[in-house]
């Protein structure tokens, strides 16, 4: 990639960071050999806000994800999302309150048996 690639995240400043995902779309844009007007294209935006974007210079999370979309990279935000976990003593807790075993029926429930003519 360039330079930015190998700055330290957590002491970037926004700027860093923003200036890091135009080099991102830019680096993949051409790994694809793709140029700024058939990417911009495939996304739906305008040439100018991908060489904004690719600058750092206008970023939008829109277009980071329309970029994203066209580079056929957008798996790449499944990071974000949420995914529910139980802890082994929630679900120890699930399987010991399932049933095993029919119940009995209550005395109110059960239906009147037909009397017998013998």
């Known amino acids: ?23 991102f779309v830019k680096h993949h844009r051409v790994l694809q050999n793709k140029s700024q007007a058939q990417l ?10 991908l060489s904004l974007f690719e600058n750092g210079e206008n ?28 802890s082994p003593l929630q679900l120890a807790k699930l399987e010991q309150s399932k049933k095993t075993r029919a119940g009995r029926i209550k005395s109110e429930d059960r239906k009147p048996e037909p009397k017998s003519d013998w």
């Open 1 to 23: 990639m360039t330079e930015i690639s190998y700055i330290n995240i957590q002491a970037a400043s926004d700027t860093a960071l923003i200036r890091t995902l135009g080099a």
């Open 59 to 86: 970023t939008s999370i829109l277009v980071f994800i329309q970029l994203l979309r066209a580079l056929k990279l957008l798996n790449m935000l499944q990071q974000f999302e949420i995914v529910h976990e139980l």
């Open 40 to 49: 911009a294209k495939e996304a739906g935006i305008v040439r100018s806000t």
